[in-house]
T-cell receptor, first 115, second 115 residues
Framework: KAGVTQTPRYLIKTRGQQVTLSCSPI?????VSWYQQTPGQGLQFLFE???????NKGNFPGRFSGRQFSNSRSEMNVSTLELGDSALYLC??????????????FGPGTRLTVL | AQSVTQLDSHVSVSEGTPVLLRCNYS??????LFWYVQHPNKGLQLLLK??????LVKGINGFEAEFKKSETSFHLTKPSAHMSDAAEYFC?????????????FGGGTRVLVKP
């Protein structure tokens, strides 16, 4: 079974631009979560989508948004990019998210550099 | 609320010697705990998972972890380090199910393996 895939793997943008990152979960997985990884802040939870609905949200400004499609694929968007948005963005998928917390399987990440 | 503290930001071991990575957690509820490993420029790979079954959990590549409720600890060990174990390791606690899928990460422990 194919793992979580993320596109693009690398991205360079300038301040003020916007960016869209894409994540395809493992086949059959319905929950998709996004995380930001930076040297200073470590790994931080952005949001989670399940059945096309945002179910959980971390402490990030409204410039960070996401959505999930009916096939469970997810996108996240960052508008009005700032230098501090430079990070590795990781997507994770899990089966459903009921009962005992599901194992989340991570993609390779998208490395975003903001100049 | 929940949190995770990894007590060592860096650990250096010689190949063939034991590895100990320390993790303390805080959770309002009976937690689900995970250890993930991240090799350079890669995503996160699950090593092992604790979900209130056996307190000693065996994972991949010879790693194991012991859940100690009285000490609120979940330390990761391996009897004999291999060069390929050089990576960053994250201790993770999962939110209760009502909150959906949300992982809280420790700050990470970077492992250096000397030949």
């Amino acid at each position: 079974k194919a793992g979580v895939t993320q596109t693009p793997r690398y991205l360079i943008k300038t301040r003020g631009q916007q960016v869209t990152l894409s994540c395809s979960p493992i086949s059959g997985h319905r929950s998709v979560s996004w995380y930001q990884q930076t040297p200073g802040q470590g790994l931080q939870f952005l949001f989670e989508y399940f059945s096309e609905t945002q179910r959980n949200k971390g402490n990030f400004p409204g410039r960070f948004s996401g959505r999930q499609f009916s096939n469970s694929r997810s996108e996240m968007n960052v508008s009005t990019l700032e230098l501090g948005d430079s990070a590795l963005y990781l997507c994770a998928s899990s089966l459903e998210g009921y009962g005992i917390p599901d194992t989340q399987y991570f993609g390779p990440g998208t490395r975003l550099t903001v100049l | 609320a929940q949190s995770v503290t990894q007590l060592d930001s860096h650990v250096s071991v010689s190949e063939g010697t034991p590895v100990l990575l320390r993790c303390n957690y805080s959770s309002s509820y009976s937690p689900s705990l995970f250890w993930y490993v991240q090799h350079p420029n890669k995503g996160l790979q699950l090593l092992l998972k604790y979900t209130s079954a056996a307190t000693l959990v065996k994972g991949i590549n010879g790693f194991e972890a012991e859940f100690k409720k009285s000490e609120t600890s979940f330390h990761l060990t391996k009897p004999s380090a291999h060069m390929s174990d050089a990576a960053e390791y994250f201790c993770v606690v999962a939110a209760i199910k009502a909150a959906g899928n949300k992982l809280t990460f420790g700050g990470g422990t970077r492992v250096l393996v000397k030949p």
